[in-house]
């Protein structure tokens, strides 16, 4: 608490007078720019992540960025992006999954989980296609190699949830909203995003805006898993053994048996 206190204060005298116009015209009204739909992992800070000011986001935090199917839960979620995308009007969604997720870590071990945290386990069920599609469609793949497959595999997952949403799908159809899958890289702080044309995760800065856009979507309806292969125990590089990843997106995501990162 004390350390809660310290930032208080330091944000009452600092920061807050730094930004005090942009406070004062808040407080009469927000204009998010974007829906950032993350997990509440303490090591995502969204702002911090995209360099956003206050007011830019506006943001769904969960175990595990799940979004759960329309009609399946009452919870939050759901009332959040119904006023996000409907009040708000936002026209640009973010679905962020992130490397090292003890949701996902939960996932694909979930019996373990039904004893001791019965809530999450409850809560998972919600990511159930995408501990499915896992298991009937990486069975060759295990360890990091899997957990990294998985992690991509639900930002895929909800974001078909999130189209089951009345209000979300009837946007996509006018045209006036974007959705996008990220993967967040913790250690190397490398943002890998959805390219739905050549069906893989790649480096967020090397695709181009307007490519990336066109076709936001297509992945929602064919539902296809990304291709089966995984490559060895230790770090590979070579494209035919995860033809999915990029050369260099592999060499930064992938780990050797030695745990170490390679490209770093």
């Known amino acids: 608490m004390r350390k809660l206190l310290q930032g208080l204060r330091q944000f009452q005298s600092s920061l807050y007078p730094q930004k005090q116009e942009l406070f004062a015209r808040l407080a009469h009204g927000q204009n998010p720019s974007v829906l950032f739909i993350t997990c509440s ?5 969204p702002s ?6 206050v007011g830019d986001l ?13 009609g399946s839960a009452n919870g939050g979620e759901g009332a959040a992006i119904e006023y996000a995308i409907q009040a708000l009007n936002i026209k640009e969604v973010v679905v962020c999954g992130h490397s090292n997720c003890g ?3 939960g996932l694909l071990k979930l019996e373990h989980l039904k004893t ?5 386990y409850e809560w998972l069920h919600h990511a159930e296609s995408t501990r499915r599609l ?3 469609n990486y069975q060759q793949c295990s360890g990091e190699d899997l957990l990294e497959i998985t992690t991509a595999e639900n930002v895929l997952t909800q974001i078909d949830n999130l189209q089951t949403y009345p209000v979300v799908r009837s946007r996509l159809r006018q045209g006036n909203l974007q959705i996008y899958g990220w993967v967040y890289d913790i250690e190397s702080g490398e943002i890998l995003a959805y390219e739905p044309n050549s069906h893989a995760f790649l480096p967020a800065n090397d695709l181009a805006i307007a490519e ?4 936001q979507g297509d992945r929602a309806i064919n539902n296809t898993p990304l291709p089966v292969a995984c490559p060895p125990p230790a770090f590979s590089t070579n494209p035919n053994l995860a033809p999915w990843l990029s050369p260099s997106q592999a060499e930064r995501i992938h780990r050797g048996s030695d745990g170490k990162s390679s490209g770093h």
């Open 134 to 136: 896992v298991k009937d």
């Open 212 to 215: 990336y856009q066109q076709h």
């Open 58 to 70: 506006f943001v769904i935090r969960n175990a595990g960025n799940i979004i759960p199917p329309y």
């Open 41 to 45: 992992d303490s090591r995502i800070i």
């Open 103 to 105: 949701a996902m870590k």
């Open 116 to 120: 001791e945290m019965p809530l999450v």
């Open 48 to 53: 911090m992540l995209t360099q956003m000011d």
